[in-house]
């Protein structure tokens, strides 16, 4: 059995590293020791993000099908938390099931069995957690990393893991010349007010049941987006034909990750538009608008992710709206044992 308390707790094949031990989460007070694991591995891995304790606890508040006293396990070097991880797990909408599992460890204590001993131990956690669901269904173990997480990568790829899916963080360097693209006939923009946002939320689920791997029981909820430190609907562009909702882009701005990496993006995310509504062009002059949003806030550049097998073709209209590639992500997979 696997210990389920804050105290010390045995992992499997763990190296013989004098002063360290594993435990289980603590609550806030493992928060602040979270954000600075995630800040002393950014540089080696070659990740942009700005993480407070604050964001992580507000996270942590909405998790679904993970409970972090159950569910996390922390590496330490006598005391000194050095690296933790988290498992969950959902079922898509063809009753697949994904046990998903990731983990932060600082560089310097890398490629020492110390992640490897990690990785297996939430393996061992979710066969525990899976032992209460179907076992007709496809199982899957699945993590991810950017190509530039070389650890994390070659870790994976040792312990069976295949790259399955492959996404982009696409960046427009320039909102200088932003190209026209009119609506299409009988729909229109209008200011979003807070009596439209469930229904915007509603149709943001509805528009990506297409995507691939998507699980409604894993998508925010609209207590999460009120509670987005960047959450600014003046900037969302939402396409309406008469009281439907047609699409969408829910822009953003970060400004504490604009400062850290001395930058004016915006970011022009949750790109959507609704099956009646496709192949109209309602996506591009959505995306575009949502571009002159952002510029007229005082951005110079403008990002966003898309998974690259995307059948609707978004990654070629975004290339057609002039983002272009600057990191890639990939989603490992394993099959369930």
């Not at 493992?30 to 942009?48: T, Y």
Request: hydrophobic residues 35%; proline residues 5%; contains cysteine.
């Amino acid at each position: 059995m696997i210990a389920t308390t804050s105290e010390q707790i045995y992992v499997e094949s763990a190296p013989a590293i004098p002063g360290l031990a594993f435990r289980g989460f603590r609550g806030d007070e493992d928060f602040p020791k979270m954000a600075a694991v995630i800040q002393g591995s950014k540089q080696a891995d070659q990740i942009e993000r700005v993480d407070t304790a604050e964001d992580i606890q507000r996270n942590y508040a909405h998790l679904t099908n993970c409970d972090p006293y159950q569910d996390m396990l922390f590496a330490e070097i006598d005391g000194e938390v050095i690296g933790y991880s988290r498992v969950t797990w959902w079922e898509e909408l063809d009753h697949t099931l994904i046990y998903q599992h990731f983990g932060f460890l600082l560089p310097d204590w890398r490629r020492r069995g110390i992640g490897r001993a990690m990785l297996r131990y939430n393996q061992q956690r979710l066969r525990q957690i899976a032992a209460g669901h179907s076992s007709g269904a496809q199982r899957y173990f699945e993590s991810w990393a950017a190509d530039t997480e070389q650890s994390a990568t070659a870790l994976m790829l040792s312990e069976g893991f295949t790259a399955i899916r492959h996404s982009y963080t696409m960046v427009r360097s320039d909102l200088g010349q932003v190209p026209e693209a009119p609506m299409p006939p009988g729909l229109e923009v209008r200011p979003v007010a807070p009596e439209h946002y469930r229904a915007i939320l509603e149709a943001s689920k509805e528009a990506f049941r297409d995507h691939w791997g998507y699980s409604e029981t894993m998508e925010p909820t609209l207590e999460q987006f009120l509670e987005d430190p960047n959450f600014d609907p003046s900037l969302w562009r939402v396409a309406w034909q008469g009281e439907q909702v047609a699409g969408m882009v829910l822009s953003y701005i970060d400004p504490r990750e604009n400062a850290e990496y001395n930058r004016k993006r915006g970011w022009t995310e949750n790109i959507c538009v609704r099956r009646p509504w496709r192949k109209r062009g309602l996506a591009r002059s959505l995306l575009v608008q949502s571009l002159v949003a952002v510029r007229e806030r005082g951005m110079t550049e403008a990002a966003l992710g898309v998974d690259t097998q995307n059948v609707s073709g978004a990654l070629h209209l975004y290339e057609s709206v002039g983002f272009r590639p600057v990191k890639r992500f990939s989603n490992y997979r394993k099959v369930f044992e």
